[in-house]
C-alpha cells in the first residue's frame, strides 16, 4: 500500500498538470539511469519483475530474499514507475511482499521448509493490496509461484490475502481499481466477436513476448560494463513516444478507465496498443525494475477497445459499446501473456466487479491462452527463468509427472493364502530386504508378509501369522511419485494396489523396478518383490 501511494505521488510531482513537454523525455531517461545505476552497484537482485526472482527464493534459495533486495526492489521500482517508465507495479510488489515474509521468517527463526511456506503467503497479501483483488491474488499465488492449487499453504495464503484487503479497505476505502459502467450481451452473435477478440487478443500476446524475450537476449549481448545504462534505452524510447502521445507514460491505469468508458478515438486505442507493446518490452529487456502485470491490462484494453470499435461501427445494433469489449480485452491479453486463465478471469471481475461479463471473458480467455500456447509454447516466466539459466519446475512437468500413475505399471503378482506355511519360503525369505507378498484370505486381501517379518517364523508359522494387519497400498489413480514415497518410508520395494471401492480387492502389485522403467531407468535391479 505505501508501495502504491509513494509511486503515485512522486509520479504527479514529476509530472505536474501543464508541465512542459520536454519532462516527458527527460524525467524518465534520468529516472532509467538513477535505477539502472543503483540495481547493478547496490542491488542486483532488484532487476526485472520480480515474479521469477520470487520462485528462485521459493525453489533454489530455500525462500531466502535479502532485507536489502526488499528495500532495493522498493526504492528503485518506485523510482522507475513514477519517471514514467512503462512497467507496472503489481509483479515488484509481489517479490516485495514474499520478501518481507522471508525476513519476518528469519527473524522468528523459522525453518528453511517453513520460511518457504511463507512465500506465498507474502506474495497474496501484496497482490490482494495492489490489484484490490484478494481471490484472484490467492489463485495466482498458488497457480503460477507454486504450480499447485491444494498446496498445503492455501488456508495462509487466503487468510493473508483477506488480511491485506481489510486494511487496504480501512486505509484507502472500498473502491474496485476500475469503474466501469454497467454492459451487458447485446446480441448472441457477439459471442462470435468475442472469439475473434481471443483470437487477435492471442496474437497481441505472443508478439509482445516475443518481442520482450528476443530484446533481453539482444541487451544481455552487450558488453557487462554497459548494463547500468541499459535501462535509459527503455527511457528514452517511452520518452520520445511520450513526446507525442503522453498516454504511453507509465502504466496507464487513467487511460484503461478512459477506454472502459468508450471516451478514446478508434485510432488512438489501435496506436496505444502497439505502442505500449514496443514500449514495455524495451523497458523491461534493458533492465528497468518494474512488471507485466500492469502494462498487459494496458494492452489487452486498447485491443479490446480497437475490436470492439470496428465491430460497433460495423454493426451497431447488435454490440455493446468498445468498453465492453476494451473489458474482456484485458482478461484476454493477461490470459496470453502471463497463462494463468482462472485468475485472469476472476482478477477482471473483482476489478470491476461486473459479473455480466463472465461468460464472454472466459470464451476470450481461453481462446486467447490456446494461441498464446500454440504460437509460444514457453511461459513467459519460464522463458526468462531459462534465460537466466535456471530451470524451474514446469507446469508441461508436473502435468507429466502427473500423467505417470500406478495404473501404467501394476501387474499381477502371486500370492500368498492365510494358510500357507513358510517352510518352504525360507529360501525366499532370506533373498534380500524389500521383498513382501500380499496374503490373501479367499478374495480378500488381509495383510501383507514382508521378507524382514518372514525371517523371524516360528515352526509350523503360516503366512496369516506373520502377515502385517496394517500396511502400505496404493490406488491404480495416484501418482508414481506417492508409491515410491511410500516404499521409502517402510523400505519394501513393492506395495499391492488396491481398488478404491473396497480396499480389500487386491489389483495387483507395484514394484520398484516397474517404477524406474516407466521413469525411463534402465538396468537390472535386486530384490524384485513381483518374483518368486
Not at 508501495?3 to 524518465?28: E, K, Q
Not at 519476518?104 to 511463507?118: I, N
Not at 497463462?339 to 470491476?352: A, D, G, N, Q, Y
Not at 486467447?368 to 519460464?382: A, D, G, H, K, M
Amino acid at each position: 500500500m505505501a508501495f502504491i501511494l509513494l509511486t503515485g505521488r512522486l509520479a504527479a510531482r514529476m509530472y505536474p498538470p501543464g508541465g512542459a513537454a520536454w519532462r516527458r523525455v527527460l524525467i524518465p531517461v534520468l529516472g532509467a539511469l538513477s535505477s539502472g545505476w543503483l540495481l547493478t552497484k547496490y542491488f542486483p537482485n532488484a532487476r526485472g519483475s520480480g515474479i521469477p526472482q520470487t520462485k528462485f527464493a521459493l525453489f533454489i534459495h530455500e525462500g531466502y530474499i535479502s532485507l536489502k533486495t526488499v528495500l532495493g526492489k522498493f526504492l528503485c521500482c518506485s523510482l522507475s514507475l513514477a519517471s514514467g517508465i512503462a512497467l507496472g507495479r503489481e509483479g515488484p510488489s509481489v517479490q516485495i511482499g514474499a520478501g518481507i515474509s522471508s525476513v519476518l521468517g528469519r527473524r522468528c527463526g523459522l525453518q528453511p521448509d517453513d520460511v518457504k511456506a511463507l512465500i506465498p503467503v507474502g506474495c497474496s497479501a501484496a497482490l490482494a493490496a495492489a490489484f484490490n483483488t484478494p481471490i484472484a491474488a490467492v489463485l495466482f499465488s498458488l497457480e503460477e509461484i507454486l504450480g499447485d492449487l491444494h498446496a498445503p499453504v492455501m488456508g495462509s495464503v487466503v487468510i493473508s490475502s483477506a488480511t491485506s484487503w481489510m486494511v487496504l479497505h480501512l486505509i484507502l476505502g472500498d473502491e474496485p481499481l476500475f469503474h466501469v459502467p454497467a454492459y451487458q450481451l447485446v446480441s448472441p452473435y457477439e459471442f462470435v466477436l468475442y472469439a475473434v477478440l481471443g483470437v487477435i487478443g492471442g496474437l497481441a500476446s505472443v508478439a509482445f513476448v516475443k518481442l520482450l524475450l528476443g530484446l533481453r537476449i539482444w541487451f544481455r549481448r552487450l558488453p557487462k560494463w554497459s548494463v547500468w545504462m541499459q535501462p535509459a534505452v527503455g527511457g528514452l524510447l517511452v520518452g520520445l513516444l511520450g513526446w507525442f502521445l503522453p498516454e504511453v507514460l507509465g502504466v496507464g491505469y487513467d487511460y484503461v478507465e478512459r477506454v472502459l468508458g468508450g471516451d478514446l478515438a478508434l485510432k488512438t486505442v489501435a496506436l496505444l496498443a502497439i505502442l505500449k507493446i514496443v514500449a514495455t518490452a524495451t523497458c523491461y529487456s534493458s533492465g528497468n525494475a518494474g512488471g507485466i502485470f500492469g502494462p498487459s491490462l494496458f494492452i489487452g484494453a486498447m485491443v479490446g477497445g480497437t475490436v470492439g470499435s470496428v465491430a460497433h461501427a460495423i454493426l451497431p445494433g447488435s454490440t455493446a459499446n468498445p468498453g465492453a469489449y476494451a473489458l474482456i480485452g484485458m482478461g484476454t491479453a493477461f490470459a496470453g501473456i502471463v497463462r494463468t486463465p482462472l485468475t485472469s478471469v476472476i482478477m477482471i471481475f473483482e476489478m470491476t466487479r461486473d459479473y455480466s461479463i463472465i461468460v464472454p471473458l472466459m470464451i476470450s480467455n481461453l481462446i486467447s491462452f490456446f494461441v498464446s500456447y500454440r504460437l509460444q509454447r514457453e511461459p513467459i516466466y519460464e522463458a526468462l527463468s531459462h534465460q537466466e539459466g535456471v530451470s524451474l519446475p514446469t507446469g508441461e512437468t508436473r502435468e507429466h509427472m502427473a500423467r505417470l500413475t500406478v495404473s501404467d505399471v501394476v501387474e499381477s503378482v502371486p500370492t500368498l493364502a492365510v494358510t500357507t506355511p513358510l517352510e518352504p519360503m525360507r529360501a525366499d525369505l532370506a533373498d534380500g530386504a524389500g521383498r513382501a507378498w500380499p496374503v490373501m484370505d479367499g478374495e480378500r486381501l488381509v495383510g501383507l508378509l514382508t521378507a524382514a517379518a518372514g525371517r523371524k517364523m516360528a515352526a509350523g508359522a503360516t503366512a496369516g501369522n506373520l502377515a502385517a494387519k496394517e500396511f502400505p497400498f496404493v490406488h491404480p489413480d495416484h501418482p508414481l511419485s506417492l508409491a515410491l514415497e511410500k516404499m521409502g518410508d517402510h523400505h519394501l520395494n513393492v506395495l499391492p494396489v488396491v481398488s478404491r471401492a473396497n480396499v480389500s480387492q487386491l489389483l495387483g502389485v507395484v514394484t520398484l523396478p516397474e517404477i524406474l522403467k516407466a521413469y525411463g531407468v534402465g538396468g537390472p535391479l535386486l530384490g524384485s518383490g513381483g518374483e518368486r
